[in-house]
């Protein structure tokens, strides 16, 4: 079973629209989450941290949910820009320490 | 400046050649880890190094290995090349922060073809 499983998409949206994406992890050692946004053939880069009483940053909100296992990325108002493929990560504080990455959710925002 | 940098960016090379990648950072950070990404299997870990003495196999280490030559440098060999270790790879190094959150910071990546 993969450590991190997101719905691949694509997600294909006007712009403006308020588009989310779920993830959900399978090791409740899970200690800390991240979302990275990774432009087409680009390295990843940090979108946001996602802390337990959720957060937020201009239009974008993460929420997590310990119980359920899962973590979710909500877009407002969305921008031609947005457009990426947003990677959900899973830090597990165990030998290691290791990093577990989604295999990304695809967004298009159309004009 | 980019704080994370790899060389190549692109190289392509035949099967059973040996073919390092580099990476070095000037983030001062502690932690390097290389990866690999192939679509739709996301980004896999191939190794780690939490300082210049220590090295971790990551989920994918078989036909590679790595040196930690110093702080800010880490680099990825691929002893005898072969195909399916086509894919784009990357660096990253993080930083254990007070109150235990790390983030990772990437290179460009190097993108590898092995004909």
């Known amino acids: 079973r993969k450590e991190v499983e997101q719905d691949p998409g694509p997600f294909n949206v006007p712009e403006g629209a308020t588009v989310a994406f779920n993830c959900t992890y399978s090791?409740?050692?899970?200690?800390?989450f991240f979302w990275y946004r990774q432009d087409c053939r680009k390295e990843p880069k940090l979108l946001m941290s996602?802390?337990?009483s959720g957060n937020e940053d201009g239009r974008f909100t993460a929420q997590l949910n310990r119980a359920s296992q899962y973590i979710s990325l909500l877009i407002r108002d969305s921008k031609l820009s947005d457009s990426a493929t947003y990677l959900c990560?899973?830090?597990?504080?165990?030998?290691?320490?290791?990093?577990?990455f989604g295999t990304g959710t695809s967004l298009t925002v159309i004009p | 400046d980019a704080d994370v940098t790899q060389t190549p960016r692109n190289r392509i090379t035949k099967t059973g050649k040996r073919i390092m990648l580099e990476c070095s950072q000037t983030k001062g950070h502690d932690r390097m880890y290389w990866y690999r990404q192939d679509p739709g299997l996301g980004l896999r870990l191939i190794y780690y190094s939490f300082d210049v003495k220590d090295i971790n196999k990551g989920e994918i280490s078989d036909g590679y290995s790595v040196s930690r030559q110093a702080q800010a440098k880490f680099s990825l060999s691929l002893e005898s090349a072969i195909p399916n270790q086509t894919a784009l790879y990357f660096c990253a190094t993080s930083d254990q922060i007070a109150g235990g959150l790390e983030t990772q910071y990437f290179g460009p990546g190097t993108r590898l073809l092995v004909l």
């Open positions: 996602v802390y337990s």
């Open positions: 090791n409740s050692a899970s200690q800390s």
């Open positions: 990560v899973v830090n597990i504080l165990r030998t290691g320490n290791q990093f577990y």
